[in-house]
């Protein structure tokens, strides 16, 4: 089994039930795919880079995981069947990103930011 992280970009029409049900769907199909899910994050409605579909805004989640590489291609297709889905990418991570992916849900990047802008704060 490979560790993979894999982000998706959602239909900014949805509601957040829609949205959520929508990511527990995917979630579901790597359970199927007896995939070992190590976080879902929801990083919430962000500004996009170019317009897609006609849309400027989507809800961004990501997915981390580890499965056999066939369970790729389930869930992909699961991607491109859904409408809602706007944009996906799903890569493999190595050693170094999975240490990354480790510190970052713990916290320590952000706890750099609210240190220095507490200390900017002060100045």
């Not at 849309?55 to 992909?76: C, H, M, R, V």
């Not at 991607?79 to 990418?89: A, C, G, I, K, T």
């Not at 999975?98 to 952000?110: T, V």
């Amino acid at each position: 089994m490979k560790n993979y992280e894999t982000v998706f970009i959602l239909n900014p029409v949805l509601s957040e039930d829609q949205a959520k049900s929508t990511v527990e769907k995917f979630v579901n199909v790597l359970r199927q795919q007896k995939a070992d899910i190590i976080s879902v994050e929801n990083w919430g409605l962000k500004k996009l880079a170019y317009p897609v579909q006609k849309k400027s805004t989507g809800f961004y989640n990501l997915i981390e995981f580890a499965a056999d590489p066939q369970s790729i291609q389930t869930l992909e297709t699961e991607y491109r069947r859904d409408e809602s889905v706007m944009r996906f990418l799903t890569t493999v991570l190595d050693k170094h990103a999975l240490e990354y992916n480790a510190r970052r849900r713990k916290g320590e990047f952000n706890k750099n930011k609210e240190k220095k802008a507490k200390e900017g704060q002060a100045a």
